[in-house]
């Protein structure tokens, strides 16, 4: 295949969903000869936050001068997103070559019966798996897709696993309560694999219970290890990172809002417990990560007069980290919002949480797929302040106009949404 057939092959695994389970993605690395082994792995996991965690580790082992694969989704843009090497997108060609390789031995199982056909999901983590054991990578950190016991990633065994917050989002898969969501979440969980978490309330306990069933050495967010803000603007912040009574060390991000402190102290503390059996990656590295990483879609700032916002957020929790960043830097400032969210999600919930009454909302359609909600569906569920756009660069111009120079557009409700704007909207 070449690059377009590569996208449109898993294009056409769309229509498989979300099917989780480990025999497709079983079969499929053992016929690709186990790449999942070949590498060093870290593994991340949670609600909200582990893309962020993600890229801030492979960015301090990268600073390291180490050749580092990174494994995300979902991309913004491009598929080629997702599969990185030392911060780059896999190449087109290089992407085309994998997936055909990939999309033959998969083809070949299913019609020897071996397996059902595999995902798009599956597909794209043994295409990264393959990749990075091509390009001998030195370590791959590798995000979850969804839950994590079930996860295709879920076939590693890494250094270092990583559990960001955890909170109620894909509950018709993951469960409806915070201790079922955490369950899965722990599935990653491996024998004496160290754990750093940001967990908290009920989400500790299986967890902590997991933790002590595998032997594994558990890092807590407030309890082994914590940020404390020293300074914070939407440009960047600077923390002072503890651990227990012999580490207290200044750090700045270019990532804004509360919870990203809280994710860069993961972060550094997982590329930490890797430097223990890696001389090369240094405090000094950890520092250069940190300051250096950026990860588009999260509280990213692109433009001013007015400040344009694009943040991800699609369930209540990101809601919450967003409405707080937004109370923190522009408490007083006109607020006008560009919003559209996949309709299977919390929506009125995000509604709540994210809108006052004197903000002004122009609901769009996120994407052009099935799961977007209807704009004029989304005016109705915010109220008498909203108004439905026919597209995201009419509500663009249109919230501008409404915010004024001197205030604020956010481009917020899916991830889905910031890609579309990136890809349609020129700032």
Not at 127 to 156: C, K, P, R
Not at 306 to 317: E, R
Not at 338 to 355: A, N, Q, T, Y
Request: hydrophobic share 40%; with cysteine.
């Amino acid at each position: 295949m070449n690059y377009q057939e590569s996208i449109a092959y898993l294009e056409s695994l769309g229509q498989f969903g979300i099917r989780l389970g480990m025999e497709r993605i079983q079969q499929l690395l053992f016929v690709l000869g186990h790449p999942e082994n070949q590498v060093k792995t870290i593994h991340v996991a949670g609600t909200n936050g582990k893309g962020s965690v993600t890229t801030m580790i492979a960015a301090i082992l990268a600073e390291a001068g180490l050749r580092v694969g990174k494994f995300t989704s979902p991309h913004l843009v491009r598929y080629n997103e997702r599969i990185q090497i030392n911060e780059k997108d896999i190449p087109d060609e290089d992407f085309a070559k994998v997936l055909t390789t990939v999309r033959e031995f998969a083809d070949d199982l299913v019609k020897k019966e071996a397996c059902e056909q595999p995902t798009q999901f599956e597909i794209l983590t043994a295409a990264a798996f393959h990749y990075f054991a091509l390009q001998q990578v030195d370590y791959a950190v590798i995000e979850v897709g969804l839950g994590g016991l079930w996860d295709s990633t879920n076939l590693i065994k890494p250094l270092v696993s990583v559990i960001t917050n955890i909170a109620l989002d894909h509950t018709k898969v993951l469960g409806n309560t915070i201790e079922e969501i955490a369950l899965q979440k722990a599935g990653i969980i491996k024998e004496k694999v160290p754990v750093v978490t940001g967990a908290e309330g009920d989400a500790l306990g299986p967890i902590r219970v997991m933790g002590a069933l595998k032997e594994a050495p558990l890092y807590e967010y407030g309890r082994s290890f914590r940020g404390q803000e020293i300074s914070s603007s939407v440009d960047g912040q600077k923390f002072r990172l503890m651990a227990g009574t012999n580490y207290a060390s200044e750090y700045e991000i270019q990532l804004p809002g509360a919870h990203q402190i809280v994710n860069a102290s993961l972060a550094i503390v997982a590329a930490k417990i890797v430097s223990k059996q890696d001389s090369r990656i240094t405090e000094e590295h950890l520092h250069l990560g940190a300051a250096h990483t950026k990860w588009p879609g999260r509280l990213e700032k692109i433009s001013s007069s007015p400040d344009v916002i694009l943040d991800g957020a699609h369930n209540p929790n990101g809601a919450e980290a967003l409405r707080n960043a937004l109370d923190k830097y522009y408490p007083d400032r006109k607020r006008a919002f560009v919003f559209g969210m996949m309709g299977d999600k919390s929506v009125d919930e995000v509604i709540r949480i994210l809108f006052r009454p004197i903000d002004t909302v122009f609901t769009v359609r996120a994407d052009d797929g099935p799961r977007a909600a209807e704009a004029t569906d989304l005016a109705a569920r915010v109220g008498s302040n909203a108004t439905a756009a026919d597209s995201v660069s009419r509500a663009y111009r249109q919230a501008c106009e409404a915010a004024g120079a001197d205030g604020v557009v956010c481009v917020c409700g899916s991830l889905y949404l910031v890609g579309t704007f990136k890809a349609s909207v020129r700032t």
